[in-house]
């Protein structure tokens, strides 16, 4: 197996070469075509994300009803998160899926994963991804790393490190009992769930100046419309964008604000969860959180 790493890399899933599989966005909304043994295992886009399987978990399942993998195969990967790296290891490793310590770290991973923190996170979750907030560029050697760390897990070898220090944030979260609040989180959105909010944005530094956001609701039960940002991915012109979602908003306004800000790194996520543009640089967002804060109001007091 083959593996095609650009990071933040889009691809149509027409244009997938045969005998290929994308991961975890690489390919926006889940697909398959058999016959040319191209596949795309995503829950972001053309998908109820409370239904749709997070992508290592879908990827087990493909693998149970009898997905092939050979050397040939090419997996397209855009961006490393402890789903998309367990989903790697999986297509690495078909003849394990039935273990029970891998069902078990696939279960929870994609709950997590495609959850948020209302499912708590495994142990190895936050050791098989890079570190929230982390500036460190994204590579093929990060991603072996993450694997070997897998491995071990499912060999009975790995050790839990000693806790990771708190990640301070500050954003603004929402209930409808309380409107938006202000807060701050050393966990991230487990203190603003677990604080009763039901959706928010928390923001940090990101290069160049820029902020890295994320904006969230605790599942698709909460009506607030948060995303997806565009109407297909990657975007390609103003047309694209949807006005009745939060992302979609941001969208429009990171363009106002930065005319050099390029469509296919734009705002985007799925019906539950997404963020700010992440472009080659590493940089993200030009909004502060008020003008983020305003788009937010607009579609839940």
Known sequence: MKINFVFGQVIDFANL?????????????????????????????????????????QVATALRLGLVVDDETQVFVNDLDADTSLSVWLLANPDRVNEERVKEIVEKVGLTDAHGPIFTAHPLHREIGPAYGSKEPQTVAM???????????????????????????????????????????????????????????????????????????????????????????????????????????????????NSEQSHAANWGGASSIGGSPRNPDGSQS????????????????
Not at 21 to 35: E, K, M, R, S, T
Not at 40 to 54: I, N, Q
Not at 294 to 301: G, H, L, N, T, Y
Request: charged fraction near 20%.
């Open 143 to 257: 991603l072996e790393t993450f694997l070997v760390k897998i491995t071990q897990y499912a060999n009975g070898e790995w050790q839990a490190p000693p806790a990771r220090p708190e990640r301070p944030s500050k954003g603004y979260a929402w209930s409808p009992k309380l409107g938006w609040q202000a807060v701050e989180t050393k966990t991230g959105f487990d203190d603003v769930y677990n604080q009763g909010f039901l959706a928010g944005f928390l923001f940090a530094e990101a290069p160049n100046g820029t902020l890295m956001y994320t904006v969230a609701k605790r599942s698709d039960l909460v009506s607030l419309s948060l995303g997806p940002g565009a109407v297909k991915r990657p975007p390609t012109s103003l047309d694209d964008y949807r006005k009745d979602t939060i992302l979609g908003q941001l969208a429009l306004l990171e363009l106002e604000t």
């Open 286 to 301: 030009q909004l502060t959180p008020e003008q983020v804060l305003e788009v937010c109001r607009r579609f839940a007091k």
């Open 17 to 57: 070469p045969a005998n290929s599989i994308a991961l975890d966005g690489a390919v926006q909304g889940p697909q398959i075509d058999a016959v040319s043994r191209k596949f795309s295992f995503d829950h972001h886009a053309g998908c109820t994300r409370l239904v749709t399987l997070a992508s290592c978990q």
